[in-house]
């Protein structure tokens, strides 16, 4: 069996590669917007293909984002303050009288992603690689469709799956559940 650069068995994939595709998702977006067709069409064929791989292994991508990495699983704090510091901090340097602790800034936690992120970037990929095959049909090397409504119409199967993800329509915990991904609707009313 084979191994990718990383190590990892090529029928894995865990949440450095999530980060990877994001990444790669978006420097194609950006050649994309800039029009660098000739830098944009072979990252837009690496996520669509990086797509595939998730699919591959995983029917519903977002297990491999979704809740594990956003939320702790022990209510145990995530350090315990040394008990010297603890005595400085509440009784002072000379130990006599208490002292107010300094606030510290709490670090706002990120937003947990949304179960419909990859289908969001599937999706848009799709919808490029679609737009650029209607601007110029030669774009596409043998044994891609060479016609743009075969991309739009995929784009719009992978919207369509990933709205009814069972993390959407079950009442999963994620806490989302009616949060919208205006990504998968923002490409459509740009066409």
Known sequence: MAFSDKGKQPYSVDYEDWENLKELFA?????Y???DIREALPLLRAVIRECHRFLTIHPDPSVVF????HYRQSRSPDAMTPSDERLYRDWGADGDAPMRAPRRRRSIAKCAELPTAFHAIFGITLFLMGNLVAQD???????????????????????????????R??????????AEDWRMAIVWAGR
Not at 143 to 160: I, N, Q
Not at 169 to 178: A, K, L, R
């Open 169 to 178: 329509t079950d009442g999963g915990s994620s806490g989302n559940e009616g």
């Open 66 to 69: 979704a809740e594990a990495h």
């Open 27 to 31: 420097s194609a977006a950006e050649k």
């Open 33 to 35: 917007d800039a029009d």
């Open 137 to 167: 049909a030669s774009v596409a090397i043998p044994g891609e469709p060479d016609s743009p409504s075969t991309y739009w119409l995929a784009a719009l199967d992978v919207f369509e799956t990933g709205e009814n993800l069972p993390s």
